[in-house]
């Protein structure tokens, strides 16, 4: 039989509604026939990346195109099913997915419980990614295939696509809550509960920081004639200084910096955390993320007029900035955010003062720091040596 064709399509009525926005839908074509099926997505006109049939420019576009592919998987369920059932296929059979719509299979019910969730923007992001990563594993999972030996399986093939083991770990933590949620919405029995036997494994990492001698080489670096690399190196140290993730370094605006009794603060609720953090700039690693600051604070929107998705990006250029500035070592972004916490606390910061500035809830993930520094063991040795 021939495949269904399936395409996303925007604004096919080429009308938009009171707010200024149109409807994404799934166009389905086979055997010169078309039908569409609403996503119940609606979005402006610039939000739509025609070439690539996605949305762009949208706090949320992450999160929407993995649920539109999400949605395009279902629809391919559905046609499946019914080739399978022999008893012969059109159209018609992919009936329209409304919110409505009972789930079935566990994948359903793992894709409403997303949607009709209030978690933030950036965990259902991640939460979809697991759900899109189980529908590639298998089109359509039911609630009695989820056994200790399906986790097992489906562990396997993520390590068989090259998944980290921590990566691994916390797709797997995404599954557990949603059969958790159907145990306690009567769909699924609480003596088959596979992870009474599974047990969820994480890997201890490594995290890179760099040393004072480290950071001194990126800020003596001259990329006064690469102008994206500059921005890019002032984002970077700005973290370094700060210990601001990435979802908070392009968030912030000038607003966000006030003076109190004549100095400068940052002043901020964390993205990820909804932690409210205060920030005594002129304090922290010698005041020098108030001259960064001095350089964007015009910019007419974000402190650093930088996308949301633009991590990878950033990373990419990080790679070569170290290379420029001689640094044998592998950085990302959050590279900064560790070096700002290892080298407060190398310099003699209490432990729950670097928790508070780093906008951690509790002092035990600040923890992980204190142990990951060997000048701070040299520093201390070395201080008990001169007052013996």
């Not at 590639?136 to 030996?149: A, C, G, L, P």
Request: glycine share 2%; proline share 3%; with cysteine.
């Amino acid at each position: 039989m021939e495949k269904v064709i399936y395409n996303l399509v925007f604004n096919r009525k080429k009308q938009l509604n009171p707010e200024g926005k149109a409807l994404v839908q799934v166009e389905a074509y086979w055997r010169k026939q078309k039908k569409y099926f609403s996503t119940k997505v609606y979005i402006k006109p610039n939000q739509w990346d025609k070439k690539r049939r996605s949305i762009k420019n949208h706090p949320n576009m992450d999160a929407l195109n993995i649920y539109l592919q999400t949605f395009i998987s279902e629809l391919e369920r559905k046609e499946l099913q019914a080739v399978q059932s022999g008893k012969g296929f059109s159209l018609n059979d992919l009936k329209d997915m409304t919110p409505e719509e009972p789930a079935t299979t566990f994948t359903q019910f793992m894709r409403k419980e997303i949607e009709q969730s209030h978690l933030k923007i950036s965990t259902m992001k991640n939460h979809f990614s697991t759900l899109h990563l189980l529908i590639q594993f298998k089109t359509s999972v039911t609630f009695e295939e989820i056994t200790f030996n399906f986790l097992c399986d489906f562990e396997n093939y993520l390590l068989q696509n090259n998944y980290h083991r921590n990566t691994i770990a916390k797709h797997m933590k995404h599954l557990k809550r949603y059969i958790n949620l159907a145990i306690n919405k009567d769909l699924f029995e609480m003596h088959r509960y596979p992870f009474r036997k599974y047990k969820i494994r994480y890997m201890e990492t490594k995290r890179t920081h760099l040393t004072p001698e480290e950071l001194h080489q990126l800020e003596t670096l001259d990329l006064s004639h690469r102008r994206s690399l500059r921005k890019c190196l002032d984002i970077f140290l700005f973290s370094c200084y700060t210990g601001l993730r990435f979802s908070d370094v392009v968030s912030i605006q000038r607003e966000n910096f006030l003076y109190i009794d004549d100095k400068l603060w940052l002043v901020y609720s964390s993205v990820k955390t909804d932690v409210h953090v205060r920030l005594p700039l002129s304090l922290l690693f010698e005041g020098k993320a108030i001259a960064i600051f001095e350089r964007y604070k015009d910019n007419p929107r974000t402190l650093f007029n930088l996308s949301p998705d633009s991590n990878s990006n950033v990373n990419k250029q990080l790679v070569r900035i170290c290379r420029m500035a001689n640094l044998d070592k592998k950085v990302s972004f959050h590279t900064a955010r560790h070096t700002n916490a290892t080298l407060l606390l190398y310099n003699g910061a209490n432990i729950t003062t670097v928790q508070k500035l780093l906008g951690h809830k509790s002092v035990r993930t600040t923890e992980i720091y204190s142990n990951i520094m060997d000048m701070t063991i040299v520093r201390d040795l070395e201080k008990i040596s001169a007052e013996v």
